[in-house]
């Protein structure tokens, strides 16, 4: 019997580009059908992440193909892709995760459920080359994913959201309750067999990117500090060296007075004590953001609240 695949798109103000996304990921969902590789249930899986356009209105219309959940405030794209995925694993045997701006090959889909009737139950799309990235944009991705690596995060290389889970999949990532979501960190920690599927990464086909700089670097931070306590050990091996080097201009002050000698000091005890004070503070932010994260874990609140589901049988 044929797997029913649900491909869950998240979305935030995305009215630019719906109408061809829906076009796009219903012909190739029919395409699997006739081949007889999904079964005719498949659906595509909208989720409005607070949109503040006509996103809603276009995902709300009728069509047999098309579930919409509506969340009642925005809640980040992470969250709004897992609660398309938490509505997907009762209904569905595989799903599929792909942004609505279409820079992801819809065609790749074929492939990753070819992985999947071959034993894998996580199949993850991997962008073989950024040629339609910008020189700045192409530079930080890579170094996102370097960084990461460096601080012990585990993440496949040039793989994002692009995804293929099976319901096994899908039922072990409903264990993982952390309220600070980088499931691109999440979806490795699951194990089970993986493989990857690789394809070209295309111009996005309208609007506006949601990931700017500062928002990227947020993103990258927060996955940092939801996986890995290295940058706090950074600190502590940082601390180390200030002390080390401290014990010896104590040293040295000491031995100058003794000898008689005079010196004024006054640029090297003012950069000291700008120095210090810069490292100690850098110490206290880091720190704190590790704090933060645990004040919002133990406070439980939910990741998402659905206001509304349109299309569900």
């Excluded at 012990?152 to 096994?168: I, Q």
């Excluded at 950074?234 to 000898?259: C, D, N, P, Q």
Aim: with cysteine; hydrophobic share 40%; proline share 2%.
């Amino acid at each position: 019997m044929s797997a029913i695949l649900y491909i869950v798109v998240p979305c935030y103000n995305e009215e630019a580009c719906l109408d061809e996304t829906t076009r796009q990921l219903q012909a190739k969902i029919n395409s699997l059908v006739e081949a007889k590789k999904i079964s005719p249930k498949s659906k595509i899986v909208f989720v409005d992440d607070g949109s503040k356009d006509k996103t809603w209105e276009l995902i709300s219309r009728k069509n047999k193909s098309v579930i919409g959940i509506k969340l009642a405030h925005n809640r980040g794209h992470q969250n709004a892709l897992l609660a398309g995925l938490m509505y997907a694993k009762d209904h569905c045997d595989i799903s599929i995760s792909i942004d609505a701006d279409l820079q992801d090959d819809v065609n790749a889909i074929d492939e990753m459920i070819k992985e999947y009737n071959d034993g894998s139950d996580i199949v993850y799309g991997v962008r073989s080359e950024r040629k339609t990235d910008s020189f700045f944009k192409r530079t930080t991705a890579q170094g996102f994913y370097k960084t990461m690596t460096l601080m012990g995060v585990e993440t496949v290389y040039n793989s994002a959201d692009f995804r293929l889970m099976s319901k096994r999949a899908l039922n072990a990532l409903s264990e993982y309750s952390e309220i600070n979501l980088f499931l691109r960190g999440i979806v490795p920690t699951i194990g089970f067999k993986t493989s990857t599927v690789s394809y070209s990464r295309s111009k996005r086909f309208a609007g506006e990117s949601k990931y700017p700089l500062k928002k990227m670097l947020s993103f990258a931070w927060d996955g940092i500090s939801s996986f890995s306590t290295k940058p706090i050990r950074l600190i502590l091996g940082l601390g180390i060296i200030v002390f080390l080097v401290s014990l010896f201009v104590l040293l040295y002050s000491i031995i100058v007075k003794m000898l008689g000698h005079t010196v004024d000091g006054w640029t090297f005890t003012v950069c000291s004590i700008w120095l210090l004070g810069g490292i100690q503070m850098l110490a206290l932010g880091t720190v704190g953001e590790y704090i933060g994260k645990i004040y919002a874990e133990v406070k439980h609140r939910p990741r998402y609240i659905i206001e509304e589901i349109v299309g569900a049988e």
